[in-house]
């Protein structure tokens, strides 16, 4: 997946429908083997029910198998339902929910072993970013996350968090930059194939295609301006009107 669609909380039964007719409308269907949409858990069988190209994932997973565990979701649970992929580490539930590196890491080799693609979330603070400790930081983010991992697949998500929901967009050459830096840690240091990295915060249909023409820039996990169809469709064709040319 180049494009994902987070829903985050947002969504009903009713609106993945509309939401599909309009994308449709607006995006050539052909190009949706690259897209995703990781939906609330209770829209994860409609989306997969309702068509096939779309790649499905979801938001979160338990770090754990299986047990007494009221509200948690497991990895076998999602790949039952048929996702594709998975969400891990998105600094909303670090954030809100107490994530530790080591809950991410047992998350991800959950993912792993039901055979579904990780998203690997990391993202610096406001603080982090004016101190100039991105790199430090978001070695550290992943280090804690592949340290002892063994030849395992996946994709990562760079978020800085000042930008999410925020309107605020690091400016387009800082992300290039920061998407080849996390390349660079991730050839040196792990032992991971890096499927892509795409670029989360604050993208939208008017400054997608600056952003997806960085060359370090593999795609985008879009959040506010992926819940409309005709939006998330525009960010889409500007994606692949750049790396189609």
């Known amino acids: 997946m180049k494009v994902i669609a987070n829903w985050k909380m947002h969504g009903l039964k009713d609106d993945f429908l509309l939401w599909h007719k309009n994308l449709s409308e607006t995006a050539d269907e052909n190009l949706f083997d690259d897209l995703g949409i990781a939906p609330p858990f ?16 979801a938001q979160n997973i338990s770090h754990l198998a299986e047990g007494p565990f009221t509200g948690e979701i497991s990895a076998a649970m999602i790949k039952n339902i048929g996702a594709d ?3 891990l580490g998105h600094s909303e539930r670090r954030e809100l929910h107490a994530e530790r590196e080591d809950i991410i890491k047992s998350k991800l080799l959950e993912a792993l072993n039901h055979n579904i693609h990780p998203v690997l979330c990391v993202g610096e603070s406001k603080e982090l970013y004016d101190a100039k400790k991105t790199e430090d930081f978001l070695y550290s983010q992943l280090y804690g996350s592949l340290n002892d ?8 998500a760079y978020e800085p968090i000042w930008a999410i929901g925020t309107g ?7 992300i290039n930059k920061i998407h080849a830096t996390i390349k660079e840690i991730c050839s040196r240091e792990f032992d991971v194939q890096l499927e892509n990295i795409i670029y ?7 400054n997608s295609k600056e952003i997806f023409e960085q060359e370090h820039v593999d795609g985008a996990l879009i ?9 998330f469709g525009r960010i889409a064709n500007n994606f692949f009107d750049i790396h189609n040319r």
């Open 42 to 57: 209770t829209l994860l069988d409609e989306c997969k029910t309702y068509q096939s190209k779309i790649k499905i994932g």
């Open 85 to 87: 992929f998975v969400i």
């Open 149 to 156: 991992l063994n030849n395992i697949k996946l994709s990562i």
């Open 168 to 174: 605020h967009v690091a400016k387009s050459f800082e």
């Open 200 to 206: 989360g915060g604050s993208v939208n249909d008017q």
């Open 223 to 231: 959040g506010g301006a992926s819940l409309d169809g005709y939006s």
